[in-house]
């Protein structure tokens, strides 16, 4: 290394390098009909803090009740490896960055990195805020200064990056020289309209790095949107033209057209291009991270997004198949074991098999190859997949499923019939937008339930303020007295899925639901699956899925009643 | 015009037109999960047609007995402008091209244009199909020349192209040369595993470029697939090194990852690179071609699609708004009237009155920003969405919201109450996971509902598969003698979101329900939301949403009953 390498670049890592930024929290929260809560985004951060990503945007407190609570909420269950990162505006014009109201929510955050973005176009300076075009470097000076004498690291995104510099290369070079000088460690320049095509990218970016003496060696990063379609390829070209930061969303989520998709970023970088991003254990991470993602969002999995998506490695037709099985790589442009993935014959599956023998071999069950039960656990699989069943996220059905199979599945309870009443006590005035206070809903539905348990039949009864609440009591109601246990198992999470959407109402219905269960400071989580034509019917298969294997840990025999 | 250019040059158009080559019918219908009729075909090749596509590949007559049938029935309805393409292998090993039985299907498809493609890669020749690198390019030669000789005009699609020339340029360039002298009048550079980045194919296509006095001047052509996520950039990138045609589909439909999307390839090169592709008429209709085929098609249209996406030009965020109203081309990467689509304000718990009163516009109403009303109707939308609420993806309640708040929503009927019920006519089993046969689902669930017309008071019961069918089958039954129009509203698609699941199955309910009527070959879409503890009351809400605003839009005055 020479001695002409200041301080800060020696900070980053090595030259092949390029360090993940991942804006799902913030940027990808943007995106039409995608709402999160804070729960959601302190599961979306662990997923990607056990890939490997290591900066993760959280949001920007302050300008969202929501974001405060987050990184508050955040501090009960740290991160492991990923840094977290608050982001926010330079201050506003005519202020000192001591007094900006914006910046006490942002330093409240207690994160060690602060992304601050400002403005790197002349018309949006004088014409947008309507300051002068030196203030504006005094707003982005004095904010980073301020971040930087409060001890944290600070990242600094030139907004509208390339239109700015094809009007005016000159001013908004000065924007990054004021960004450097004042202590910024990366330089990330923004296509913030989505419009550059890639040789553009290329070009200004190669501009920018040829101005790297001017920039204190300060390392560039790359922010883009899709809007032309070319999210992935734009970041891919700044990385060859120099940049070593890429900032991008989970599944290419974000406003408009989304934002740069890092399942398509990373291994493009690190399997064609030769950079490094994350371990290959961590790359083998990534497709089940993008459908963990997903389901937390409550968004269907990405079908036919490119390294991740379940027919990214899809073949179909005989001769392609067996082209495909003697000589893969003249069929598929990666291995799709690399990022995680699996091939699927979709006429007829072998691929499966050795999956589903490692799975059911973390149950504690051994299965041989050759034993004809692994072919039929396979066969009626690929059944109920068809049907609508998903285990992917639905561990705890597939382990009853599996136990079924193998005879291995001790019944505990069988139910006889159910009832479920829903009825408008207060009737509901079309037009009255009138929305109930929290607690004061009715109780609107009451369930009937019959089950056996050992010789005994319980009929019981319950209500509560749904239909599914209702089941639920009901059933609890009614195995408490030879269960104790199912009082402990709390519902942790509800999600419904809609298969098929295009027949409407008449479409099946998957339901998940997640169970908690507290053993002094630990807490076991499970999650089950149910499917059906009745929203209802698919309730209580995973409701009873979840009460039994909650059961199944607890109590390895049944009970039986005398 | 220089006359060192061949005769086949010349029949080429300008140098700057970029000839458009549509395969949505034969590559993009290799999409899992999707399925064409013969008359989905006819329709979809009017649509291209229409927008101005020259070149329209068919199928492949002869490998599926519908593309026989295809070309056979589009002669009764011809297509105005474009050309119809046949698609098909070269000959098979050993065989005269004359005697080769694939070729009868396709020349009985009597188009003008054949497309074939041939193997570029020595390892598909050898291992793949088993013959003598000479054979092959006898194959090609043989093929086109076949065709020539039946008056027929030759695409020459050069499969695994880059692959190939990078494992073995010497023999990948000598399929194109046998190519180009048999008569091929383009030489089509395949992506066909979809794993090249764009810089690779710049360089690799501005080498064949360079070879052009050994291909008889023949034209280049570029057929990508997005597997890489770089399908738009790779077409793109191709045409900066020279290509001249670019083979894509509609929304980017396809194998695995899809094909490069024409929907974005069009507007990137015509309205950025300064191509000519398509008039400015024509261009216009690139969003309602894009939405039309995905109906076709059946799959919901692509709403975050760069350019043509309902969510391509939304802005969020009250500042964003303003700024975008003053300047569009500050936030926007074109003008979206250029390519037929508009720009949207959306509704958000980030909306400030601007927002509103910009989306409010939209319906046709004038609401002045100092009106105590506006000021009104904000709070009252932060209240619903602090609730749960969320009208981004549901303008038609929102719609209904605001006209409400303005004394301009006509009562057309109230709900006085309802019933469901839902029972269990055969048992569950617990553990039992045996997938009901579609079809074969038992009635289970019942809804009773009583609302008032005008002074009439109607009661009426119905039954379906599940609650909500059952609730909407109820409140047709009510409200079909009065409004027969409700017959005509179908339920498109159904979304359910559990809000904040951290409380389990007690947690408020969000239901999307998309609503569709044809009216000629315009389908309108309109979405309503409902919010409740109780899912099937939400669902009402959204139901009867639903229908009231379809009732608005064809019937501006409630009817009142005798």
């Known amino acids: 290394?020479?001695?002409?390498?200041?301080?800060?670049?020696?900070?980053?890592?090595?030259?092949?390098?390029v360090t993940l930024y991942d804006t799902t929290l913030r940027d990808g929260a943007q995106q039409e009909g995608l709402s999160l809560s804070v729960e959601d985004k302190i599961r979306i951060a662990h997923h990607l803090d056990q890939l490997g990503i290591p900066l993760i945007e959280g949001g920007w407190p302050g300008a969202n009740p929501k974001d405060v609570q987050f990184f508050w909420q955040l501090k009960e269950t740290p991160l492991e490896q990923a840094e977290l990162v608050a982001f926010c505006s330079t201050r506003r014009p005519g202020r000192a960055a001591a007094d900006e109201p914006l910046f006490a929510p942002i330093l409240a955050a207690g994160t060690r990195y602060i992304t601050t973005f400002g403005k790197s176009w002349d018309l949006h300076v004088t014409e947008g805020i309507g300051t002068t075009l030196?203030?504006?470097?005094?707003?982005?000076?004095?904010?980073?200064?301020h971040f930087r004498s409060q001890q944290r690291r600070v990242i600094y995104d030139a907004e509208h990056w390339f239109d700015a510099y094809q009007r005016n290369p000159e001013y908004a070079l000065e924007t990054l020289v004021a960004a450097a000088q004042a202590g910024a460690e990366w330089l990330v320049l923004?296509?913030?309209?989505?419009?550059?095509?890639?040789h553009d990218v290329a070009r200004i970016t190669a501009a920018v790095m040829a101005e790297a003496h001017h920039l204190n060696q300060v390392p560039i990063g790359i922010h883009t949107h899709n809007d032309s379609d070319t999210a992935v390829a734009n970041a891919l070209a700044a990385v060859q033209a120099g940049a070593r930061m890429v900032q991008g969303t989970m599944n290419g989520y974000g406003e408009r057209c989304g934002n740069a998709n890092l399942c398509s970023v990373i291994p493009n970088l690190q399997l064609k291009l030769g950079y490094h991003c994350l371990s290959e254990p961590q790359l083998q991470r990534l497709t089940d991270t993008a459908r963990a993602v997903s389901e937390v969002i409550n968004l269907a999995p990405p079908e036919h997004a490119p390294f991740v998506g379940l027919s990214a490695f899809a073949h179909k037709g005989g001769v392609h198949v067996s082209a495909v099985q003697k000589n893969p790589l003249?069929?598929?442009?990666?291995?799709?074991?690399?990022?995680?993935?699996?091939?699927?014959?979709?006429?007829?599956?072998?691929?499966g098999l050795?999956?589903?023998?490692?799975?059911?071999?973390?149950?504690?069950?051994?299965?041989?190859?050759?034993?004809?039960?692994?072919?039929?656990?396979?066969?009626q699989l690929k059944d109920l997949e068809h049907w609508g069943y998903q285990f992917e996220a639905a561990e705890a059905s597939f382990e009853l499923f599996v136990r079924g199979c193998l005879n291995q599945r001790p019944?505990?309870?069988?139910?006889?019939?159910?009832?479920?009443?829903?009825?408008t006590d207060q009737p509901s005035h079309v037009g009255a937008w009138q929305p109930q206070e929290a607690g004061s809903v009715a109780?609107?539905?009451?369930?009937?339930?019959?089950?056996?348990?050992?010789g005994a039949i319980r009929l019981t009864v319950a209500e509560g303020n749904g239909p599914v609440a209702a089941l639920d009591r009901a059933l609890r109601n009614a195995l408490v007295e030879f269960y104790p246990a199912v009082e402990q198992f709390q519902l942790a999470d509800y999600k419904v899925r809609i298969l098929d959407g295009a027949s409407g109402t008449?479409?099946?219905?998957?339901?998940?639901?997640?169970?908690a269960s507290s053993q002094g400071p630990t807490v076991h989580r499970w999650t089950t699956v149910g499917v059906s034509a009745n929203i209802i019917e698919a309730s209580y298969q995973a409701l009873a899925d979840g009460l039994e294997y909650g059961l199944l840990k607890t109590l390895p025999q049944p009970i039986h009643a005398s």
């Open 190 to 198: 923004c296509d913030t309209n989505g419009g550059t095509l890639p």
């Open 134 to 145: 030196a203030e504006n470097l005094a707003m982005i000076a004095d904010s980073i200064a």
């Open 443 to 454: 109780v609107n539905a009451i369930a009937t339930l019959k089950v056996a348990v050992g």
């Open 1 to 17: 290394m020479t001695s002409s390498v200041p301080a800060q670049a020696l900070a980053t890592p090595a030259l092949n390098t």
């Open 330 to 351: 003249t069929y598929e442009h990666i291995e799709p074991e690399q990022v995680g993935n699996s091939r699927r014959i979709v006429v007829s599956d072998q691929a």
């Open 411 to 423: 019944q505990r309870f069988e139910l006889l019939n159910f009832n479920v009443h829903c009825l």
């Open 354 to 379: 050795s999956n589903i023998l490692a799975k059911v071999a973390t149950f504690g069950i051994q299965l041989d190859k050759k034993d004809p039960i692994a072919r039929e656990i396979l066969s």
């Open 506 to 515: 008449g479409a099946r219905t998957r339901v998940l639901i997640e169970f």
